[in-house]
């Protein structure tokens, strides 16, 4: 069976400091990836999403980006993060685009 | 603009009864329309897929409507329970895009 991994569950990092939040997938291949932010009491935003090694798509301008380096490895990160990057971070794969999507556990980040 | 409406942020009931959920979206027509379940610090699990051209789709306890006519979507919880209590999240597929666009949830509570 398929199950996706995301760490750290809670980080708290300085204003200024660099991020790297890692999400990889087990039990499937190509899979779509998504990054997701959640702010309290809104929705889910999109931030990138991938549909292979290399690809890319952004949804928001920010000061984050993304990587796949590998099949089912994906990447979040910042060179230098802001008081508005705090937020529950999470992860996602689906088959494809219009198939379900499968959500890790998310990071709790939090800016000081 | 596309936007998704969830019908309130917070739905309070008695144990045994039939939670209504209402998913109304605008300036979209979405191909399918899915449902999720939040709970409090973890990543949404999927329950239910509904395609355009489908009316109702079951799954024990769960009913989801799709009316593309009233841009509408209805999520119902037979003889809720307790465990019910969580946050539920509709979903729709974003034209000519490989992902999901999210509504902000609504929290349901049930009481014993």
């Known amino acids: 069976s398929q199950t996706i991994h995301q760490w750290p569950a809670t980080l708290v990092q300085p204003v200024g400091s660099p991020l790297s939040l890692e999400c990889t997938v087990e039990?499937?291949?190509?899979?779509?990836l998504y990054w997701y932010r959640q702010a309290a009491g809104r929705g889910l935003q999109l931030l990138f999403y991938s549909v292979g090694i290399g690809q890319i798509s952004s949804e928001v301008p920010q000061n984050l980006s993304a990587s796949r380096p590998q099949d089912r490895q994906f990447i979040l990160s910042s060179k230098k993060l802001l008081l508005s990057d705090s937020g529950f971070y999470l992860c996602a794969w689906s088959p494809y685009y219009n198939q379900p999507q499968h959500f890790g556990d998310g990071t709790r980040l939090s800016i000081l | 603009s596309q936007k998704i409406e969830q019908n309130s942020e917070a739905l309070n009931i008695q144990e045994g009864k039939t939670a209504t959920l209402t998913c109304n979206y605008t300036?979209?027509?979405?191909?399918?329309l899915q449902w999720y379940r939040q709970d409090p610090e973890r990543g949404p699990v999927f329950l239910l897929l509904?395609?355009?051209?489908?009316k109702e789709k079951r799954k024990e306890r769960l009913k989801v409507t799709f009316d593309t006519t009233l841009k509408q979507s209805l999520f119902h919880i037979t003889a809720s329970q307790p465990a019910d209590s969580a946050t539920y999240l509709c979903?729709?597929?974003?034209?000519?895009?490989?992902?999901?666009?999210f509504g902000t949830g609504t929290r349901l509570t049930v009481i014993p």
């Open positions: 039990g499937t291949s190509n899979p779509n």
């Open positions: 300036n979209y027509s979405p191909a399918y």
């Open positions: 979903a729709l597929d974003r034209a000519g895009a490989n992902n999901l666009f």
């Open positions: 509904i395609r355009e051209n489908e």
